[in-house]
């Protein structure tokens, strides 16, 4: 998964390609898995998650259909043969509605699996930009590609997005002083709030087309935003990093009013004196907040939000993107639980 500290928003269409969009992410160890066993010709196609306790069955990927996990389906519409015969199953660490890219993690994480199982060797910036294009294209999602991307590169990124198209990734390098503190300070808070992202998204492209909409004033704030965390991290700026995700939070709000969330608003009242300040992750409108702790009062942040009512994780950093690896196959009679539901 992926926290967005600053310039989340500025990665999606139509102001990345008339703009030019710029966020910083960075990736953290809470993780979606993809598993992938190809069967013996004539079993189809079973996909199952166990998050949402639902499974798909068909007799070939040429018969797949309907709503019921059609996230899932696309990527094997795209990705496994037409006759071929396979076992999906997928799973997150995250609840539904995290704001943490748990929709682009599993793309990222489905695409690896399938990959692995068929012997075919991507890169991560092509595992990313497959997934986002089968998100975006083939079921024609609204929404960005930094989720994508930061769940495939792993670490801290800069991601530029060119005016007129395309996107460049920068590496952020951060001493190792630097990174102990970030993930000693920093907090992800969860008030069980969730959001539906794709609502979201379709409500600030609504609002951008608007004449005199603030809409495009707050992404090139939040744009630059980004370029001054940037900056901050390279130069080990502790400072500069807080002053830049507290505009984040200021101009993800200004961006639609569905992206601003009350819930958050008092959480943030009430760790005030606690906090050197926070911001909403991804569209906005509930999920975790990322919150950075005043020196020595980590605990008692931890202890207050519990207080309220929240879930509260620690931040780690993964620097080592998406990852597949061969097990065991799944038992046969795993295999007829999977298809009988």
């Given at each position: 998964m992926r926290v967005d500290p600053a310039g989340a928003g500025t990665d999606a269409p139509p102001f990345s390609v008339e703009h030019g969009g710029l966020v910083v992410?960075?990736?953290?160890?809470?993780?979606?898995?993809?598993?992938?066993?190809?069967?013996?010709?004539?079993?189809?196609?079973?996909?199952?998650?166990?998050?949402?306790?639902?499974?798909?069955?068909?007799?070939?990927?040429?018969?797949?259909?309907?709503?019921?996990?059609?996230?899932?389906?696309?990527?094997?519409?795209?990705?496994?043969?037409?006759?071929?015969?396979?076992?999906?199953?997928?799973?997150?660490?995250?609840?539904?509605?995290?704001?943490?890219?748990?929709?682009?993690?599993?793309?990222?994480?489905?695409?690896?699996?399938?990959?692995?199982?068929?012997?075919?060797?991507?890169?991560?910036?092509?595992?990313?930009?497959?997934?986002?294009?089968?998100?975006?294209?083939?079921?024609?999602?609204?929404?960005?590609?930094?989720d994508s991307y930061g769940a495939a590169l792993g670490g801290i990124?800069?991601?530029?997005?060119?005016?007129?198209?395309?996107?460049?990734?920068?590496?952020?390098?951060?001493?190792?002083?630097?990174?102990?503190?970030?993930?000693?300070?920093?907090?992800?808070?969860?008030?069980?709030?969730?959001?539906?992202?794709?609502?979201?998204?379709?409500?600030?492209?609504?609002?951008?087309?608007?004449?005199?909409?603030?809409?495009?004033?707050?992404?090139?704030?939040?744009?630059?935003?980004?370029?001054?965390?940037?900056?901050?991290?390279?130069?080990g700026e502790l400072a500069g990093f807080v002053s830049a995700m507290n505009e984040s939070c200021t101009n993800l709000y200004r961006l639609h009013p569905s992206c601003d969330c009350e819930g958050h608003r008092r959480c943030l009242r009430e760790l005030g004196d606690l906090i050197l300040g926070g911001k909403t992750c991804g569209a906005g409108g509930g999920g975790f907040l990322l919150v950075y702790a005043k020196p020595g009062r980590r605990r008692e942040c931890i202890v207050e939000a519990e207080r309220m009512g929240a879930l509260v994780w620690p931040v780690n950093i993964d620097f080592a993107g998406v990852r597949s690896w061969s097990t065991e196959p799944t038992p046969s009679e795993e295999v007829k639980r999977y298809r009988q539901g």
């Open positions: 992410n960075i990736a953290v160890q809470r993780y979606a898995f993809a598993s992938v066993d190809r069967l013996p010709a004539g079993d189809g196609i079973i996909i199952a998650s166990l998050d949402l306790r639902s499974s798909v069955t068909a007799e070939s990927v040429e018969t797949l259909g309907g709503e019921q996990l059609e996230f899932l389906q696309a990527f094997v519409r795209r990705l496994v043969p037409a006759k071929d015969s396979l076992l999906l199953v997928t799973e997150s660490d995250v609840p539904p509605g995290a704001g943490l890219g748990g929709s682009g993690a599993l793309g990222v994480a489905v695409v690896a699996a399938i990959d692995r199982a068929y012997g075919r060797v991507r890169s991560a910036l092509e595992t990313a930009a497959i997934a986002n294009e089968i998100e975006r294209k083939d079921l024609g999602y609204p929404g960005g590609d930094q990124n800069k991601l530029e997005y060119v005016k007129g198209g395309g996107m460049i990734p920068h590496r952020i390098d951060i001493t190792e002083d630097l990174r102990l503190t970030l993930e000693h300070s920093a907090l992800l808070i969860y008030t069980s709030e969730a959001h539906v992202s794709g609502n979201i998204h379709q409500d600030i492209r609504e609002s951008y087309a608007l004449e005199n909409s603030p809409t495009i004033d707050a992404m090139t704030h939040l744009r630059e935003a980004a370029r001054k965390m940037a900056l901050a991290l390279e130069a």
